[in-house]
């Protein structure tokens, strides 16, 4: 089973890296598999470490993929790097092994502590279709234009019956992402 969480890692800068990403346990160990090239990727490769933040607020996933990582951060408890101040819980990482790959290696990582800080009440629907339409944003350059389309054409429907003003926000945020990258699309067939 696959996760959506945030990742947070820290930048060789001591700054704070944020991305969303699919994750999975493996025989007690946290599977992380970022793509190259990434600062994910970089980061936990050199400090040995990456925190699994839970967070409920679709806007982080929407704005990590739209440019908006301007997100509020507070530090964790037993390793030296910061999580979101929004996460329900989170779980502090050490990296444990790595099995290389030309795509997207795997790090295996055990957990140091894991911290609840609010409850989940649980996804509505749009909050799922913006998981979604987040994934789907990440993968522009894979699909085709008829796929595109026909997902977001059905994940509207989640949006039009069930957001809330986050995910509308958040909702907005990707389709705009998705209007510029038609522009694109479209200029470079031009030319």
């Known amino acids: 089973m696959i996760q959506e969480i945030i990742v ?30 990434s600062a994910t990727l970089e980061n936990i490769q050199r400090n040995k470490s990456a925190v699994i933040n839970r967070v ?18 507070v530090p964790t408890e037993k390793i030296e790097t910061q999580r979101l101040a929004a996460a329900l819980s989170h779980l502090e990482l050490h990296l444990e092994r790595i099995e290389d790959d030309e795509l997207r290696p795997r790090f295996y990582c055990k957990q140091i502590v894991e911290i609840n800080h609010r409850p989940f009440q649980g996804f509505n629907r749009a909050q799922s279709a913006v998981l979604e339409a ?16 026909q997902e977001i054409e059905y994940l509207t429907i989640a949006i039009d019956k069930t957001a809330g003003e986050n995910e509308r926000v958040a909702w907005a945020w990707l389709m705009e992402r998705i209007e510029s990258y038609r522009q694109e699309s479209t200029k470079e067939k031009i030319v």
């Open 8 to 37: 947070t890692t820290t930048n060789e800068d001591g700054s704070t890296h944020i991305a969303p990403m699919g994750i999975r346990e493996e025989s007690g160990l946290i599977v992380i598999a970022p793509f190259k090239p």
């Open 56 to 73: 409920d607020d679709v806007r982080i996933f929407a704005g990590c993929l739209t440019g908006r990582k301007d997100w509020p951060l």
């Open 134 to 149: 987040a994934i789907l944003v990440s993968r522009l350059h894979m699909l085709t234009k008829d796929k595109i389309e």
